[in-house]
């Protein structure tokens, strides 16, 4: 199997597993519990989240550990409404956020909160001249994400954040597939991060928030991190998240090194016919979303079942619906379903996405003189 689908999940890293194993096979004390063996487990959490912290590299605030990025994003959303009850009541948001962000925004509005999505530019940056007129004294909160799941493009996050600021704002960021990657801009209030896109563990993504932005609890009971998230940790997923963010901060140069190379030679490999969806000037290298006219690349899917990539997102895959991220760039629905998501990442060989892309684009070429 090639797996071309960084985007939806890493593997683990090796380091990363070795250092889970003694928290899975013998060091099972609960790390909120006074004995000894507790005591032990707790500092490996509070290890682990100064090594996240140090990786995610933001001043001013803190972080908490969550069950993945949804919940961190939930929480952020819902929080800072529940805690501004009675005051500010509107969200801005834009069209190509994940859909954590645009389904739980869909549910408070729903609720009563008023909330206004721009739309993106063809390549898909946002037009800050549009954002700045939305931006006024009833605005609550500001959610852009930093790096685009299903097209790579990034958003100028600091420069939002400081827009949201002058209008008494407060700003969330889902830096899901930035963390661990490229440096995660500074400046908002809230940042949504996640293990399993760093080579880390599934099951555990963080909330940092900067001092006194801190979003009203949202899971109750036993007083856990602080009163913010309740619920026992998982020592061994905290262990997991510490060392892959460590290990992604001391490789960021190499990785971003190897996937940005990797991403040409992959243009280079697919030869013409191909039109890269999202802009190419400010964008993570570890993502190609492409199309080629003619291609049905659900069809292209099912053909080269020994290579994972995917359609749009992986969240999209199979409901038959094409992406949402890609119809908000103005692709036609033709357009949409002929296109594909190809990620690739730290263990990605040059060779694998040789083949694979020569593959594809053979099987490209066939389906179009089939359907001729
Ligand atoms: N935000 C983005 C941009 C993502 O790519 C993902 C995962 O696909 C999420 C949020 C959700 O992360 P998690 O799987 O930790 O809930």
């Known amino acids: 199997m090639i797996y071309l689908d960084y985007q939806a999940t890493t593997p683990l890293a090796p380091e990363v597993a070795r250092a889970m194993h003694p928290w899975i096979e013998d060091k099972f004390a609960n790390p ?17 989240r100064k090594q996240v912290e140090r990786a995610l590299g933001l001043k001013g605030g803190s972080l908490a550990f969550t069950g993945s990025a949804t919940e961190a994003i939930n929480w952020a959303l819902k929080g800072t409404v529940e805690k501004t009850r009675g005051g500010r009541n509107r969200i801005v948001t834009v069209a190509t956020e994940h859909a954590a962000v645009l389904d739980t925004c869909e549910w408070l509005a729903g609720q009563g909160l008023d909330l206004t999505i721009l739309p993106v530019e063809r390549d898909g940056s946002i037009d800050l001249e549009l954002l700045a007129r939305e931006l006024d004294d009833r605005v609550l909160l500001v959610a852009v994400m930093q790096v685009n799941n299903e097209i790579g493009v990034t958003q100028p996050v600091s420069e939002i954040a400081s827009m949201a600021h002058e209008t008494g704002a407060l700003m969330l960021c889902d830096a899901v597939q930035a963390f661990g990657k490229l440096e995660v801009c500074e400046g908002p209030d809230l940042v949504a991060i996640s293990a399993h896109k760093i080579y880390g563990p599934k099951g555990i993504g963080a909330l940092w928030m900067r001092k006194g932005a801190e979003p009203a609890p949202f899971v109750h009971g036993g007083g856990q991190e602080r009163g913010l998230r309740s619920g026992t940790l998982s020592p061994a997923l905290c262990v997991g998240f510490g060392a892959a963010a460590k290990l992604a901060d001391e490789r960021r140069t190499r990785d971003y090194d190897h996937v940005q190379k990797l991403w040409h030679a992959a243009i280079r490999a697919l030869g013409p016919g191909w039109t890269i969806n999202g802009g190419t000037a400010h964008r993570y290298h570890g993502n190609l979303n492409i199309r080629r006219e ?70 490209a070429h066939a389906q179009e003189k089939l359907d001729a």
């Not at 005591?39 to 490996?44: F, Q, S, T």
């Not at 020994?306 to 036609?332: E, K």
Request: aromatic residues 6%; charged residues 25%; proline residues 2%.
């Open 32 to 48: 909120h519990s006074p004995s000894r063996w507790g005591i032990e487990a707790e500092a490996a959490v509070e290890v682990a």
């Open 294 to 363: 003619g291609v049905d690349a659900a069809r292209l899917l099912a053909d080269l079942r020994d290579i994972a990539f995917s359609l749009g997102s992986a969240c999209a895959s199979g409901s038959g619906r094409p992406s949402h991220v890609l119809r908000a760039l103005g692709l036609d629905y033709r357009e949409a379903r002929s296109s594909i998501r190809l990620g690739f990442g730290r263990y990605t060989t040059q060779k694998e996405l040789m083949d694979a892309c020569h593959r594809i684009a053979a099987h």
